[in-house]
């Protein structure tokens, strides 16, 4: 931006109203690029949206702008950047993995690009499918990922290939399969290689696809028990002092990371494995869940150094949390689903519940908060909205054609971008 600035003083532009008008798109460009949806979870990668005119009502015949058949199968959560949206499918066999690009205002299908051929994939389970990970966009390129199958980058504009990996490789466990998304960290997107054989997180150079740096978890994982040592979260970039972190859940162990050079800066031990929900901050804690089986949410002061599981352990919530639904943090509160469809809010300094409340269905999708609403989408298509307060305040109830429901929607502007088991819809006032 001071670029630009200066640029514009050098010419001598004599009309400042010219100087204005400049100044004004570039503003406006800068701004945009804020609120596209380039992650899973949104651009703070926290369910938060400054989005103030989401919807409270809508049905397969109310407020659905287009609807558009998605072939195949995958849970990927789509990606939103300029006026394309971006997601991944793959055939229920995974044998073919596919990239979809729509056109955000009309629903029609870009590109629709077959990326790589799997000669032996291993079984999963029907909960999963071979497209579950979310990509990641910029201006120029999309990166997505299908964990041990392949990564590839894409040109945006074209739809071309930039740059493929085949080498990230791990041992899911048959019935698994992938689930770890990437995340971009300036010029790195970076990812959980976490299976039964191998563990470690890892930088690719977003331009070349090039290892920028790549860190072996710590712990000794050959002592544990080989189901243990996998899990399919992925890294939440939190504060550190003037700096930042990247906090990464993993298989018995939780770690955090100088974003830069990958060194490893703290961790704490825990007992679980298959950890799939991403951490959020705030307070000067990160708020994470260390299990599937028997989930339990931890809180963990960011100022860490070495082991800290003695020390730096604020909090632990044990009954009820979640085993899939990421956690979401408005204010003090801290509001969380489990698969059973429980919804909890805890004060965020201390654990206190603050109420419980059983909803309608079970739960996959991570929760949406924007301004005084929080969305919750169970794996039926219906969404419960209540407000962000020290009770249970339902203000609406919404409910698609019932089929699977299992990803996490993505907001462009004042609409939802919806996935299901076979379409994509747009939803937003007509």
Same mark, same amino acid.
């Given at each position: ?16 109203? =010219? ?7 570039l503003? =406006?460009?800068?701004?945009s690029a ?8 949104g ?25 558009t ?15 394309q ?18 056109d955000?205002?009309?629903?029609? =299908?870009?590109?629709?690009?077959? @990326?790589f051929?799997?000669?032996k994939p ?6 999963n ?11 120029r ?5 299908f964990?041990?199958?392949?990564t590839?980058?894409?040109d ?49 150079d ?9 860190t072996l ?44 050079t ?12 298959s ?8 307070h ?12 339990? @949410? ?8 070495g082991d ?13 949390m ?5 956690p979401l943090?408005?204010?003090d509160?801290?509001?969380v689903v ?9 004060e965020?300094?201390t ?25 919750l989408?169970?794996?039926?298509g ?29 907001v ?15 939803i937003?006032?007509?």
């Open positions: 931006m001071k670029k630009e600035i200066k640029f514009l003083k050098k010419t001598h532009i004599k009309d400042k109203s =010219i100087v204005c008008f400049a100044f004004f798109f503003v =406006i460009g800068l701004a804020e609120h596209n949806w380039w992650q899973f979870r651009p703070s990668g926290d369910g938060h949206t400054t989005s103030t005119n989401l919807l409270l009502k809508w049905s397969e015949a109310e407020n659905v702008t287009w609807k058949p998605i072939h195949d199968r995958g849970w990927s959560s789509p990606v939103i950047w300029g006026r949206i971006w997601l991944t499918t793959a055939t229920a066999d995974g044998r073919k993995l596919f990239a979809v690009c729509l955000k205002v009309t629903g029609k =299908i870009v590109y629709d690009l077959h @990326l051929d799997v000669a291993i079984r999963i389970t029907k909960d499918t071979y497209a579950t990970p979310t990509p990641v966009i910029d201006e390129r999309v990166i997505l990922h964990g041990t199958y392949g590839a980058c894409l945006t504009e074209t739809g071309d290939v930039l740059w493929k990996r085949r080498d990230l490789n791990c041992d899911h466990e048959a019935g698994a399969g992938p689930a770890s998304s990437p995340t971009l960290v300036g010029d790195k997107a970076v990812v959980h290689v976490d299976g039964r054989d191998v563990q470690y997180i890892i930088a690719l977003k331009t070349t696809g090039k290892t920028a740096w790549k978890r710590s712990l000794e994982y050959s002592k544990f028990p080989v189901h243990h040592r996998k899990a399919y979260c992925m890294p939440a970039l939190v504060p550190r002092g003037q700096g930042q972190q990247l906090v990464s859940p993993a298989g018995r162990g939780l770690y955090a990371y100088d974003p830069k990958g060194k490893e800066l703290w961790y704490v031990r825990h007992r679980g494995w950890v799939a929900p991403r951490p959020v901050s705030g000067g804690l990160v708020f994470a869940t260390v299990d599937r089986d028997r989930p339990e @949410l931890w809180a963990i002061r960011l100022n860490g150094k800290v599981t003695d020390t730096h352990i604020e909090w632990k919530s044990f009954r009820s979640p085993q899939r639904c990421s943090l408005v204010g509160l801290l509001f489990n698969r059973g469809g429980i919804a909890s809010c805890l965020a300094k654990g206190e519940v603050v109420w419980k409340e059983r909803l309608k269905g079970v739960y996959s999708a991570s929760p949406i908060y924007a301004e005084g609403r929080i969305y989408f169970n794996e039926e219906l969404t419960t909205v209540i407000r962000p307060t020290r009770k249970l305040q339902v203000m609406a109830s919404n409910a698609l054609a019932r089929q699977p429901f299992m990803a996490t929607p993505a462009d502007g004042d609409a939802f971008i919806m996935r299901t088991g076979g379409h994509l819809y747009r937003e006032a007509q």
